[in-house]
T-cell receptor, first 116, second 112 residues
Framework: DGGITQSPKYLFRKEGQNVTLSCEQNLNHDAMYWYRQDPGQGLRLIYYSQIVNDFQKGDIAEGYSVSREKKESFPLTVTSAQKNPTAFYLC???????????????FGDGTRLSIL | DAKTTQPTSMDCAEGRAANLPCNHSTISGNEYVYWYRQIHSQGPQYIIHGLKNNETNEMASLIITEDRKSSTLILPHATLRDTAVYYCIVRVGGNSGYALNFGKGTSLLVTP
């Protein structure tokens, strides 16, 4: 089945440690996104990518980094510079491309990150 | 993107229609209305979207008023599995507006 796979489902980070969250899609979508969700809150955009080898900062990019070396993959690294990383992280994708950004975004099931 | 206003919570009896309202009085002509829902601890699920006309799919119907300042999501026969937070989002089409502003949404509780 086509979809978006995020792994791991749960992740624990020690103080001062970088961790990488995986996001893979087999929908052949051009655009991919990373959001952060805090308890009882809406989603906030961290980074997005419209096409391979290109990505843009969202509203809360500080302390995070991404890469887009392959169309199907958009990993997110939470660096030690992110002082409050405990949150639910969601990856999404959409068709994107010319005139296609109005197409809906489809989400993975998220990774819950906690600090030890 | 236009701001949306939704009730904080709603209840619906199982088997009845759930009608979830959304106000978007500042919507502009090229902004789409999207509905998503999120079941606890899962990723948001896309439901339906529309621009001007009413839309229907296997999950729901979307009714948009003629002036486009409000819309209603209709779940025709609500089940217990429809209990979730429902988000109404307006967003510009084309090559701008990459983020979805989910806001607080409406928490729908479907009761037996």
């Amino acid at each position: 089945d086509g979809g978006i796979t995020q792994s791991p489902k749960y992740l624990f980070r020690k103080e001062g440690q970088n961790v990488t969250l995986s996001c893979e899609q087999n929908l052949n979508h051009d655009a991919m996104y990373w959001y952060r969700q805090d308890p009882g809150q809406g989603l906030r955009l961290i980074y997005y990518s419209q096409i391979v080898n290109d990505f843009q900062k969202g509203d809360i990019a500080e302390g995070y980094s991404v890469s887009r070396e392959k169309k199907e993959s958009f990993p997110l690294t939470v660096t030690s510079a992110q002082k409050n990383p405990t949150a639910f992280y969601l990856c999404a994708s959409s068709i994107g491309g010319t005139g296609g950004f109005w197409q809906p975004q489809h989400f993975g099931d998220g990774t819950r990150l906690s600090i030890l | 993107d236009a701001k949306t206003t939704q009730p904080t919570s709603m209840d619906c009896a199982e088997g009845r229609a759930a009608n979830l309202p959304c106000n978007h009085s500042t919507i502009s002509g090229n902004e789409y209305v999207y509905w998503y829902r999120q079941i606890h601890s899962q990723g948001p699920q896309y439901i339906i979207h529309g621009l001007k006309n009413n839309e229907t799919n296997e999950m729901a119907s979307l009714i948009i008023t003629e002036d486009r300042k409000s819309s209603t999501l209709i779940l025709p026969h609500a089940t217990l599995r429809d209990t979730a937070v429902y988000y109404c989002i307006v967003r510009v089409g084309g090559n701008s507006g990459y983020a979805l502003n989910f806001g607080k949404g409406t928490s729908l509780l479907v009761t037996p």
